[in-house]
Structures are given as structure tokens and as C-alpha cells.
């Protein structure tokens, strides 16, 4: 199992961003799939997710109605659409892929990683 995230990069807030995780080495859609973030001197804090099990994605309260996660299986890849972003999401994004996750998704308790993308919202 690997998985490579990319696309994060320095945004003006208000702006937008789209990291993409490329996964081989399994079948995405046998797999819950999530975005991690980690801000300097803070705790790793779950994003968004889906479950393999029901296909529903989740997102933490903090950036709900602004990010977007999404697969594309045929391509074993997963995107995090992030748009109005604000200084505060500033991190570390980390991808992280698991085949028997139980509970909730957005806890950080995956078996595969891949590594981080910074993401900076500055003006």
C-alpha cells in the first residue's frame, strides 16, 4: 500500500487549493480514505473522510461547508477541494488509507500513511 499527496502550496485566504492523494498497491474503494492536517505545536486533527462501508464522508466541524473530499477509483486517487481558505487551516496534510478502520474515521487511526503537503494561507 502507498499513497503520495501533492497539490498543497502558499494561498491567499479566500483562495483555493486541491490536494490529491495517488494510491496503489489496493482497491480504493475496499478502503476508508482520509485527510489529516497537523499545524505546528498542535495535535494531528482529522479533516474529512470516507467509509468504506457506507461511502459517507465526514468533516470536521472547522471545514464543513468549505472542503470537499472525493474519489476517483478508476484512477486510485483521492482529492481534498478546499476552497475559502483561512489562515487557521495552515498545516501539514497527510493522506491515510485503511481497510478495516473501525469508529470514527476522522481519528487517526489508519495503518497507511502517505506524506504530508504544506499548506500555507498567507497574505
Known amino acids: 500500500v502507498q499513497l503520495q499527496a501533492s497539490g498543497g502550496g502558499l494561498v491567499q485566504p479566500g483562495g483555493s487549493l486541491r490536494l490529491a492523494c495517488a494510491t496503489s498497491?489496493?482497491?480504493?474503494?475496499?478502503?476508508?480514505i482520509g485527510w489529516f492536517r497537523q499545524a505546528p505545536g498542535k495535535e494531528r486533527e482529522g479533516v474529512s473522510c470516507?467509509?468504506?462501508?457506507?461511502?459517507?464522508?465526514r468533516y470536521a466541524d472547522s471545514v464543513k461547508g468549505r472542503f470537499t473530499i472525493s474519489r476517483d477509483n478508476a484512477n486510485a486517487t483521492f482529492y481534498l477541494q478546499m476552497n475559502s481558505l483561512k489562515p487557521g487551516d495552515t498545516a501539514v496534510y497527510s493522506c491515510?488509507?485503511?481497510?478495516?478502520?473501525?469508529?470514527?474515521?476522522?481519528?487517526?487511526?489508519?495503518?497507511?500513511w502517505g506524506q504530508g503537503t504544506q499548506v500555507t494561507v498567507s497574505s
Open positions: 491515510a488509507a485503511d481497510a478495516l478502520l473501525r469508529g470514527n474515521c476522522l481519528d487517526p487511526f489508519y495503518d497507511d
Open positions: 498497491g489496493f482497491a480504493l474503494d475496499d478502503y476508508t
Open positions: 470516507i467509509t468504506s462501508s457506507d461511502g459517507i464522508s
